[in-house]
């Protein structure tokens, strides 16, 4: 079994977390920190979920930061993973774009619950963020994200995201979202004058209709709102997850 916990200062490195299912429970079975984000177990989530901390261990994202996390789930494990703290893009000051990659392996009957604290994107950052999510027949994924449009009083950053998720070998949810152009990120069609972009998705099953909820071709739900400055977007979001509790 691998070692639970490796630290690595490798150039490039990958944060890792891996679950298995033995005996009854899910185990962790490898943890490991690679700047900026150092993955900590914590106490079973309830319904015997385990869990992880995703701690800053370093100043991010920077120009030219490659920042990658991979988490693997097998079959019939359970994790429920939580952030410490918001994620600021900072100011690249002509430097290259930071990258940041996320990898998620969900085996048969595997289940992820990662409700990701806010992207700040501050002005003059730059950040290409790349997210795969790959599910096996009878897995599913309750995920948030939620981009923060600048720091108050100022214009907020360029982020190109892509995001891409596959159940039982088919696409399921394709999307792509660019706020470089500030011209067609505050036309009313699509961002207006919002500063908050919030989204929650479930992949591997139906949830229940909400406002502002979609339901995809395949098994999953999408939800999004937009939050003007200063607006609390936690309510909104907590009714969804309190709808969709049951079928995550």
Known sequence: MPTPTEESAAPHATTLVHAERHGGRTVLTMLRAAAPWAPRPLRDAPGGAACV?????????????????????????????LETGATVAHHVRGGAPARLSVAVTLAAGARLRWLARPLVLAHGSAVERDTRVVLAAGAQALLRETVVLGRSDEAPGALRSRFRATHDGRPLLHEQLDTADLATLRSPVVAGDAAVLDAIVLLGARGADVPGSTQLAGPGTSWRALHPRGADPEPAAARVLSAWSSDA
């Open 53 to 81: 901390a995703l701690v800053q261990t370093a100043a991010t994202l920077l120009a030219g930061d490659d920042a990658r996390i991979e988490l693997v789930l097998g079959e019939r494990a359970a994790l429920d993973v």
